[in-house]
């Protein structure tokens, strides 16, 4: 049965893959093998097959289901089916190289959530990284959707070095690159590992401060973000602090800035999410909200209750980004403002979005109601419960909007277009999971036992609490919003995500590209400069060596060769061949000779 | 059956003076002859030196015509069987002088396999020294630009580098005991040499690697390059300084090395953060991979450099190693396609511009596909060859547990961010994105027919590494062993 292990991602990812190149029947491709891995995941998760192989010499890597794990497989395959579902509908053009970029994207989130060891988790990670980037720059004529995908990326891949970093220092303190022989780690390589671990997790799930790439990932079709915020990516990083929970335990400090940086995640995001007055960015910023409250109980070793609240968060999530989609493609707009009516005009997207929304809120029965406090019981220091509680204030506050914006009368009639059939339906099936989830797991113990993993769970009169809590601030939302029909206006400092992109690009980007031009000036003008002028020089030598010296040498020469030419033609002079000449010469040699003689003697 | 595969490819360049037969096609029948036969000696072999050759050379200095291969000259023997295969079916459309060009890449061919199989110091160099010669007359006859310049810059520098080398290899002769210029002979004992020796040898290999200060023949040597010439130089020639590393100047100067390895590890670093800044800001498509080259060869120099280490973990350093080599066949498979993809470019528009293109993927969906490929195995990705050398050395400098390592490691992690914003800049820039002001058209059959199976070789290894991995694991135990001691 281990190969079932192996067959689960590879799957998706082998037909996705043939989809990219062969761009056939993309659609049902797509449903098939999305339908197939569904009935694969839950196999898996009744067989819990494990695997190893030996990828490195000496370094074990594997893929095994157990129990957090089969709470994902199951819960990302469901929601890629139902997302793959109303992509059928939505998704006109370019469908194989959609539907193939989807089955990757789904099959390395199983790869994440089944790897148990860091070469293979991080290979999958970044395989979901590179599909986001493409499917966020799936439309990919328009230069701004690109450069989110792009911008989707890079931010991740910053964080994505934390695991690099790991790896490398799980090697150097426990020889072994095993997630569960993590907490063996020596003394100082165990800190470096669960910082690697924590930035890598951090930046996958747009948690203060990488948070601003989900803001741009909205650039991508409507299906996508419904994928990509609910089952996958996102939640890969709070699935990973979940998983190593017991390193960041071990360290002694991890744990605590998890917790908090979760904690004030969900606080200040969850304003950010209340200020927008764009839907799909008001949920991507719950998004970031709510996996704060997963990271959250990652911090506080609320494994059940992290894990619960990411299941339910799956659908609830992928419930309100579909329904988004649709009013989307048949309204054209999402600003919220035009949204007006869009609920009473499609009752069936209502309805669900209506359900969906009201989980958001915390309102009970409904789901996220109890995952929720399952997280907020196990948080014991006062001050991140007062965070934790406010922030799930806010879910409330942000969670009544969306729902007063599309369930308020509209104002004057628009053209709209008819919603598509393969659109509607994965919506009721998502809100049953939605209103249900927490309310099951709760009555049978489910979620604990499930995981294996044992959970503070939340008393009677803390769920009354919360509950009532919730509906009163969605009641106060409705009430202050009916009476003055203004918009709550919000700072643009909220509005535009605390300015964490703009602050990225100031304090990373672009120091990056002043250095990297005057790197290349230097490169262009020292180092090879330099090169340059060792051929000028060497070029100043050879003249030098021909002008003053090799014309020096050679003008002896040539001096000694013009000498003895000129003594040739002052010899040749007296070769008249006149006989009478030769007689006086010979005259005057013969005296002369005579005169040296006598002299001599 | 080694010396056949050597010599194959000179043999058929000598076919080409026969008139009148299609140069190109022999050209590509020599060089599918060439692969078949070092996938047989793949299958065939079975650890240790194998395939090894000994004759008489000149016996008055000990040199000799010893060939063999092992963990890592067979991979890169077949990695130049692949590349010069690829880079004749790109050029079957060669229509300037078809019959030189293919002597010259012929010949080029003979000398790359021959470097990789050498085990004699002597014939190392001579197989060096041609490589620069065939390079130049490429560049100087088929480039564009200002191609006699840059070729002249190479030759120059490359062949100042290798005067180096030489020296430092005379010293290498002149410490061992008995004296001898064999490789092998020279691994078991290790000669009695300094640290000036390796810096003749290390600065020879440094400017053929290159590494950081030496690097600047390369960008000019590449932009006025024809496609094939640059794939060739980028994806052979560079390796043969960090082979030569590897081969020579580690298990030789084992004693040297161990010393200055932590030199070795910062130039690698250096080479790493430096290259890819440089790059990040090039608005030459063509100088922009050249500079990426200098990014990954200084991952090679980096994780060499932590093999020498010798109070570090061994298992890591073997990782590292292992990674290094891996590095080589990875980046040759995948800057081999990057260039052979540019040259679509300059075939089209006859420009490498980042600025004038946009939006080529509306006309050209395979080019866009092959090159978006590529542009992520450069980057890194999981799945394709790149991140499996890349993530070894990572893994294996920083698994040494030595601090200064670690942050070697860690600075060099930076390296894979940058490159993949740069890389991902390209993308959006002249691929995504409205048109630009030059159109560029489909790739043509034997365009893909050559670039493609590179790319599918690189993600074969990134995703089942194991076929290659255990070839190289053996090699890096023994390499790492040899330094220790």
Redesign the interface.
Known sequence: MNILVLLLPALPIVSGGALIILRRAGPAIGLLVASATVLLAIWAAIQRPAMTIELFAGFESGLAVDGLSAVMVVTVSVVALAVLVFAAGEIRESTGRFFGLMLIFMGAMLVTVTATDLVLLLMAWEVMGAMSYALIGFWWRERDRVRSGTIAFVTTRAGDMGLYLAAGCAIAGSHSLNLTGLTATSSPWLDLVAAGLVAAALGKSAQLPFSFWLSRAMAGPSPVSALLHSATMVAAGAYLLLRTQSVLVATGWAATVVAWVGALTALLLGAVAFAQRDLKQLLAASTCAQIGFMVLAAGVSAIAGGAAHLVAHAAVKSLLFLGAGAWLTALGTEHLPELQGAARRYPLVGVTFGVGALALAGLPPLSLWVTKDMVLAAVGDPALHAVALAAAVLSAAYAAKALIAVWSPEAARRDGARIRLLERLPLPLLALLAATLGIIGLLFGGWTRLLNAAGPLPGAGELAASGVLALAVVMLVIGVRLRRRAELEAGAFLAGWLGLEPLAVAVVWQPLMVVAKALARFDDAVIDGVVRAVSRGGMAMARFARSPFETGVDGVVRGTAAMAGRLGKLARKPQTGQVHTYLAQATVAVALLAIVIMLVR | MLSLTVFLPLLAAALLAVPRLPACWIWVAAAAADLVLVVVMWLGYRGGIGYEERLRWIPSVGAGYHVGVDGLSLPLIALTAVLFLSCAIYSLTQAERPKSYAALFLFLQTVSTGLFAALDLLLFFVFFDLSIVGMYFVIVGWGHGDRARSAL?FF??TFLGSLALLLGFIGLYLGSDPRTFDIVDLTASPPEAGALVLLAVGIGLAVKTPT??F???LPPAHTDAPAAGSAILAGILLKMGTYGFARIALPLLPGPWRQYAWVIIVVGVVSVL?GA??A???QNIKRLIAYTSVNHMGYIVLALGAAGLAAG?V??R??AV?GAVTQMVSHGLITGALFLLTGILWDRAHSYDLDRFG?I??SARTFT?MTAVAA?ASLG???LSG?IAE??I????????MTGA?VA??LS??G???T??LL??L??KAF???LGELRVSEAQPHEVASIAPLLVLSLVIGIV??WL?DFI?PFSAALVTGVSR
Do not use: S
Not at chain 2, 394 to 401: C, L, N, S
């Open positions: 810059k120059l520098y950081v200060p690097h600047t023949w430096y800044l440089v990040l800001a090039q973990d298992q890591a073997q990782l292992t939006g993927a509306a596909l992520f990705l999981p799945g991140f993530f070894q990572f893994a294996g400098v920083i698994g040494t547990g670690v490691g860690g992690i930076v894979i961010l940058i993949a914003a991902l800049r993308l959006q995504l994105g409205p590494p194991g991995l694991e």
